[in-house]
């Protein structure tokens, strides 16, 4: 295609709304615009590579037996209230009603209207195992929409649904889901690992997310040295304290800590560890407010919160709702003498005998304090993130911590949608079985971010073969009726040979088309110029190593056909 006919509003400078480097890239290359918070357009050549990874993944799923469907965007809400998630969906479920004022939702996932397509079309144990994919937009109004298409409000996701006739037959299919996983990833030239994960809203019993390893990513993996455990921070399981005795409680004790508020502040103004400090945090969970204590060199983990709460929405509480309920500005909040407020503690703050906490007054902390004396804690729980150096979960060795990027996620559901819609078939014998379901999700415009943030350089991006937009870049350096007539012949070739060339046809000087190659990244560029041809070479230039050969202009077709088929 002639870059003179494609809209590719490339950019010299950073824009600067964009955090993170495949967000930045891709607005610079003229990929997408954002049209709203979260919701972006996709240009031409952001498409290209929408519509490649999308081929290897339908390639894939169809090679593993999964069928492609298409099911609706709009969803009414009965579907959703039979299985509960119209109201624990909360505020992450886009809501709209039609014009009788019957309520629908736009699909964040396809849980409920597969099982029920699925629980009026099977009947039978023989219509059995059947998995189902689509690839289609979905929507979350998700709270924090940011990095461009990692975090959209509007996505494309392929979803899959497997339905079998046993708890066997559904590990099969789920492995079978978990390996073409690995192929697509693979294909398309990522770096990731498969961790547990937590299965989150979805539910279930098993769960491995994809994980693309990049230190822009959301997420914190934790994984041991030997490969042997490898998790979500948000599933690392972390176990209750062994039951040691506590040290002997010392009296509690009301301390002026005039200006300091954060952890580390207070640790150095009283000079105790911040694992002797215990924070409180008040949370918003659905409509009460819990506080939730965790060690002062912990983190809280909102997952297993919300999990040990039962509730789908939690938030911190905000400056004017903490002064009312504790009295104190953020920073003080401590469990002693709060009123009205849940206290739900940490595991770790369990083991712990004479800490510090806030005391509810500006500027004003307690030493010495004893959960087991000074106030009553409901509950304790895992509640907080592994961190590097925490035991491992199974067996041995200690926990490292890396960042990464969920590109895919599968799920075992066991029969927790087929039970809530009634989704049945007849067995062998004649008796009514509930389908046991799996679900399989991948981020098609996060795979594309993703793999920017894995391979680009100053420049720009560096595309792998089998996801780039174009293979080829054709650069003439001139408008000369020679040059023009070369570089013709070469793209009607390359063309001809299966090979995808951008020709940059435009009247611009030889800088500005090399700046836009190397920003949009396909692999290989080739330059045409009078000396080159004067000689009876065209220049062949890798974009990731930057080698250049000059080559004849009839074997380009040949070498370059070659290389691409290496690489795909
Ligand atoms: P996250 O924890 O990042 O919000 P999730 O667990 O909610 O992801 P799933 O419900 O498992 O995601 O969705 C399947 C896949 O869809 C994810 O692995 C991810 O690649 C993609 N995805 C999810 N949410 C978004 C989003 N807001 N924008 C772009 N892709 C998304
Ligand atoms: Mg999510």
New binding site residues.
């Given amino acids: 295609m002639k870059t003179s006919q494609m809209l590719i509003p490339t950019l010299r400078e950073d824009p600067g709304e964009a955090e993170v480097v495949s967000h930045r890239l891709m607005l610079r290359a003229g990929m997408i615009r954002k049209t709203a918070a979260?919701i972006y357009t996709y240009l031409p050549l952001g498409l290209r590579v929408i519509r490649k990874i999308e081929r290897i993944v339908r390639e894939e799923m169809n090679r593993a037996g999964a069928q492609e469907v298409l099911m609706p965007i709009a969803s009414p809400a009965e579907l959703w209230r039979e299985t509960g998630r119209w109201d624990f969906y909360g505020k992450e479920l886009f809501r709209f009603k039609d014009r009788h004022e019957r309520d629908f939702c736009l699909g964040p996932?396809h849980e409920e209207v597969i099982t029920d397509l699925v629980r009026r079309e099977v009947r039978s144990y023989r219509q059995l195992p059947l998995n189902c994919y689509q690839i289609q937009t979905?929507f979350?109004d998700?709270i924090r929409?940011r990095f461009g298409?990692?975090?959209?409000?509007e996505?494309i996701?392929k979803?899959a649904y497997s339905f079998d006739r046993d708890e066997e037959g559904a590990k099969r299919s789920y492995q079978s889901m978990y390996d073409a996983y690995h192929r697509i990833f693979t294909r398309c030239g990522l770096t990731f690992r498969a961790v547990e994960a937590d299965s989150?809203l979805?539910g279930g019993s098993s769960s491995h997310?994809f994980m693309v390893l990049a230190d822009t990513g959301?997420?914190s993996v934790v994984y041991t040295d030997d490969g042997a455990y490898a998790a979500n921070v948000e599933r690392a399981e972390l176990p209750p304290p062994i039951d040691t005795p506590l040290e002997h409680a010392r009296p509690l004790n009301k301390v002026a800590t005039a200006g300091v508020g954060t952890v580390e502040e207070v640790a150095a103004y009283l000079k105790v560890e911040p694992h002797r400090i215990v924070k409180t945090l008040i949370y918003k969970a659905a409509k009460e407010l819990v506080a939730i204590l965790i060690r002062g060199d912990h983190t809280a983990n909102e997952v297993k919160i919300k999990k040990v709460l039962g509730v789908m929405d939690l938030e911190l509480a905000d400056a004017n709702t903490v002064m009312k309920s504790t009295g104190a500005p953020i920073g003080f909040a401590g469990p002693i003498g709060l009123q009205h407020v849940r206290v739900v503690a940490d595991y770790a703050v369990k083991a712990l005998s004479n800490f510090v906490v806030g005391a509810n007054e500006v500027d004003i902390h307690y030493l010495d304090a004893n959960w087991n004396r000074d106030f009553a804690v409901e509950q304790f729980a895992d509640l907080r993130n592994a961190q590097a150096g925490d035991a491992a979960p199974r067996g041995t060795g200690t926990l490292k911590v890396a960042k990464g990027i969920?590109?895919?996620?599968v799920f075992m559901l066991g029969t927790k949608y087929s039970r809530s819609m009634n989704a049945t078939f007849l067995d062998p014998q004649g008796q009514e079985q509930f389908a046991v379901m799996g679900c399989y999700?991948?981020?098609i415009?996060?795979?594309a971010a993703s793999s920017i943030e894995q391979n680009h350089d100053a420049k720009g991006i560096l595309w792998p073969v089998p996801i780039a937009p174009f293979h080829v870049h054709l650069l003439p350096l001139s408008q000369s009726a020679h040059v023009t007539q070369a570089a013709q012949s070469l793209y009607d070739s390359l063309t001809q040979a299966g090979v995808e060339v951008l020709w940059d046809d435009r009247d611009e000087r030889a800088g500005v088309k090399f700046n836009d190659a190397d920003l949009i990244g396909a692999p290989y560029h080739l330059v045409i110029g009078e000396k080159g041809l004067a000689q009876g070479t065209v220049e062949l230039k890798e974009r990731k190593t930057g080698e250049v050969k000059r080559i004849p202009p009839d074997v380009i077709p040949a070498t370059i056909s070659a290389l691409i088929r290496d690489r795909a």
Avoid: A, C, N, Q
């Fill in positions: 979260g996932t979905k979350r998700e929409p298409l990692m975090r959209g409000r996505f996701m979803d989150g979805i997310e959301e997420e969920e590109v895919g996620h999700g991948i981020g415009g996060r795979t």
